[in-house]
């Protein structure tokens, strides 16, 4: 045990001695590789941070564009679609024309049928009148769910003068 001890001693000393033995110019020579070290170090924190700023800027051009596409997508989409529904119904008017001339030419039985159709095709145009309007009141909020019930609307409109 004894003879560990002063292994250890010894060893300790000797460590001691070698690192007191290092010269001012060795000691100098860290200092520098040291400094050396964190200006490479700086350097490659700025590189990087110079590259995420450059990516971020492209990635926020990228998503200034793609909501420019979109808000002209959506005005494009608006626009056929209120140009669709006038259609629509100027088609209904038309059918609706139609029938008043059967109206005033049909007997009781006949003209209460006719009136019948004539009302459900009032409704159908006055359904598409509403939507038009909220299309030209710049409708964006719930705009997918929007124009999905104004296509069902179409195509109920559509049956109507099929019917």
Not at 31 to 51: L, P, S, Y
Not at 86 to 105: F, G, P, S, T
Not at 128 to 149: H, M, P, V, Y
């Amino acid at each position: 045990m004894k003879k560990q001890v002063l292994s250890w001693v010894n060893l300790g000393i000797l460590g001691c001695s070698l690192f007191m033995a290092c010269t001012a110019k060795e000691k100098h020579q860290a200092a520098e590789d040291a400094q050396k070290a964190q200006d490479k170090i700086e350097n490659a924190a700025d590189r990087a941070a110079d590259k995420t700023k450059e990516a971020f800027d492209e990635v926020a051009t990228d998503v200034k564009e793609s909501g420019q596409e979109s808000k002209e997508d959506w005005q494009r989409e608006r626009s056929e679609l209120a140009v669709k529904v006038e259609d629509q119904k100027m088609a209904l008017q038309n059918e609706i024309d139609r029938v008043d001339a059967k109206i005033k030419v049909a007997k009781d039985k006949e003209k209460i049928r006719w009136q019948e159709r004539k009302a459900k095709l009032e409704v159908k145009r006055d359904e598409l009148d509403t939507s038009l309007k909220k299309i030209q009141n710049n409708a964006k909020e719930d705009w997918k769910e929007f124009k999905s019930d104004l296509n069902r609307k179409i195509d109920e409109a559509q049956k109507s003068l099929k019917d």
